[in-house]
C-alpha cells in the first residue's frame, strides 16, 4: 500500500507539473499569435504609409488653394448669372399672363360674333363649349397656382445658394 500511495503521489505532482506546462505551452502559442498579428499591423501601417506620402506628393496645397478660390469665384458667376435669369423669368411669366387674359377676350369676342351667327342658323344638337369654357378659367387658376409655387421653390433655392456662396466666401 505504502508503494501504491507514493506512486499516487508521484503520479499527481506529474499531472500538476503537466498541466503548468500545458499552460505556459498556451502562453507562448498566445504570445507568438500576438507577434504574428504585430507584424501583420507593422506591413499595413507600412502600406498605408506608402500611400500617404503618394497621396501627399500627388496633392499640392498651393495649388489647391488656387483650385478652391478658382471654384469660388465660378460659384459666384453662377449664382450671379442664376439671380439674373430669376429676375428676367417673372416678366416673361407676366408676358404669358397677358397672352392668356388676351386669349379670353379674343374667345369672348368670337363667342359674340358667333353668337349672331348661331341666331340665325340655330342652335347645334349639342354644346359643350359652355362647359368647356367653365373649365379653363379653373384650369388657369390651376396653373397659376402651381407657377406661384414654382416661383417660391426657386426664391427658396436662391436664398439656399446665396448661403452656401456665403460660407465659401467665409
Do not use: C, H, Y
Not at 423669368?89 to 358667333?114: F, S, T, Y
Amino acid at each position: 500500500m505504502r508503494d501504491f500511495a507514493r506512486e499516487l503521489i508521484r503520479t499527481r505532482k506529474t499531472s500538476n507539473r503537466l498541466e503548468t506546462a500545458k499552460a505556459q505551452l498556451s502562453s507562448v502559442q498566445m504570445q507568438v499569435n500576438e507577434a504574428f498579428a504585430l507584424r501583420k499591423i507593422e506591413g499595413s501601417i507600412r502600406a498605408s504609409v506608402g500611400i500617404m506620402k503618394d497621396v501627399n506628393t500627388l496633392v499640392r496645397l498651393p495649388e489647391l488653394g488656387q483650385t478652391m478660390q478658382e471654384l469660388s469665384v465660378e460659384l459666384m458667376k453662377a449664382g450671379i448669372i442664376e439671380e439674373m435669369v430669376g429676375e428676367t423669368l417673372p416678366e416673361e411669366m407676366d408676358d404669358e399672363d397677358e397672352l392668356g387674359e388676351a386669349e379670353g377676350e379674343v374667345d369672348r369676342v368670337l363667342g359674340e360674333i358667333l353668337r349672331d351667327r348661331m341666331d340665325k342658323t340655330g342652335a347645334l344638337p349639342s354644346v359643350p363649349l359652355p362647359k368647356e369654357r367653365e373649365k379653363v378659367p379653373a384650369q388657369q387658376q390651376q396653373q397659376q397656382v402651381e407657377e406661384d409655387e414654382d416661383e417660391e421653390d426657386t426664391e427658396a433655392m436662391m436664398d439656399q445658394m446665396r448661403n452656401r456662396l456665403e460660407a465659401l466666401r467665409s
